[in-house]
């Protein structure tokens, strides 16, 4: 399988970039791809479990199964938790509710929205500056194309809200990656095929403020990602920075 780049000049460019390139006919269509923006164009496509793992790799142990034993055992640390019925039964349910938690899994978020993928890929920046990379990253799998199955080893997977505005907010889907790989690019380098199966746009650093200025008007802010009083605080934060930008300009 094929993982392309495409360059773009600025965040006007990737905003006309990634719907002529993904849409021909020049019209957004919900959910055929997903997206999923990191502040780094060298960060992998690895999952909090892959990463944690990442630690232990000299050890002669079965990723796939440790996997499984650490679900196993956040189910049975839950027992005595006021849990629903219905949600201890369903380990999808009982996976997503852990990672929300803290428990390492294979879930890796990705958005039917490419600006929301776009705010995480630059939220950071504009909040702590000082960037080390020259590019944003923001990644899209084709939703429908035959290598997220569960017959291959990584499923795109809906995960029970489970009471999380943060998943609904997101318009989130998760890829459930279940072969030895470490991360979605190694497990797509592994698929057979010539076809393209990820993108990956790059869009400048120097970029952060207009693009979350622009997002801001879009109504993605962190107090609309993140629900809450820390939300709320985090999106005073970042139109504070963004104010500042604007006087110097």
């Given at each position: 399988?094929?993982?392309?780049?495409?360059?773009?000049?600025?965040?006007?460019?990737?905003?006309?970039?990634?719907?002529?390139?993904?849409?021909?006919?020049?019209?957004?269509?919900?959910?055929?791809?997903?997206?999923?923006?990191?502040?780094?164009?060298?960060?992998?496509?690895?999952?909090?479990?892959?990463?944690?793992?990442?630690?232990?790799?000299?050890?002669?142990?079965?990723?796939?199964?440790?996997?499984?034993?650490?679900?196993?055992?956040?189910?049975?640390?839950?027992?005595?938790?006021?849990?629903?019925?219905?949600?201890?039964?369903?380990?999808?349910?009982?996976?997503?509710?852990?990672?929300?938690?803290?428990?390492?899994?294979?879930?890796?978020?990705?958005?039917?929205?490419?600006?929301?993928a776009a705010f995480f890929a630059?939220?950071?920046?504009?909040?702590?500056?000082?960037?080390?990379?020259?590019?944003?990253?923001?990644?899209?799998?084709?939703?429908?194309?035959?290598?997220?199955?569960?017959?291959?080893?990584?499923?795109?997977?809906?995960?029970?809200?489970?009471?999380?505005?943060?998943?609904?907010?997101?318009?989130?889907?998760?890829?459930?990656?279940?072969?030895?790989?470490?991360?979605?690019?190694?497990?797509?380098?592994?698929?057979?095929?010539?076809?393209i199966a990820l993108r990956k746009?790059?869009?400048?650093?120097?970029?952060?403020?207009?693009?979350?200025?622009?997002?801001?008007?879009?109504?993605?802010?962190?107090?609309?990602?993140?629900?809450?009083?820390?939300?709320?605080?985090?999106?005073?934060?970042?139109?504070?920075?963004?104010?500042?930008?604007?006087?110097?300009?």
């Amino acid at each position: 399988m094929i993982i392309t780049t495409v360059e773009c000049a600025s965040w006007a460019d990737f905003k006309q970039s990634v719907i002529s390139e993904l849409f021909p006919r020049g019209s957004f269509h919900k959910g055929r791809f997903l997206f999923r923006g990191q502040g780094g164009e060298s960060w992998k496509l690895a999952s909090t479990f892959d990463r944690w793992f990442e630690g232990y790799k000299g050890l002669p142990t079965n990723k796939i199964g440790v996997a499984d034993t650490l679900l196993n055992g956040f189910i049975r640390e839950c027992e005595l938790e006021d849990i629903p019925p219905e949600v201890r039964a369903d380990r999808m349910m009982m996976l997503s509710l852990g990672q929300h938690h803290g428990l390492p899994t294979r879930l890796l978020d990705w958005s039917e929205s490419p600006y929301v993928a776009a705010f995480f890929a630059f939220s950071g920046h504009i909040r702590h500056g000082n960037p080390t990379e020259a590019n944003v990253a923001i990644w899209v799998l084709e939703s429908g194309h035959y290598i997220w199955t569960d017959q291959h080893g990584c499923a795109i997977v809906n995960v029970p809200s489970f009471g999380n505005e943060r998943i609904r907010n997101q318009h989130g889907r998760f890829t459930y990656l279940k072969t030895p790989a470490s991360s979605i690019e190694e497990y797509v380098a592994h698929c057979n095929g010539d076809d393209i199966a990820l993108r990956k746009f790059l869009v400048p650093v120097r970029d952060s403020a207009t693009a979350m200025a622009d997002l801001d008007a879009m109504g993605l802010s962190h107090s609309r990602i993140y629900p809450g009083l820390q939300g709320n605080a985090k999106s005073a934060e970042v139109r504070a920075i963004l104010n500042m930008y604007a006087e110097r300009t």
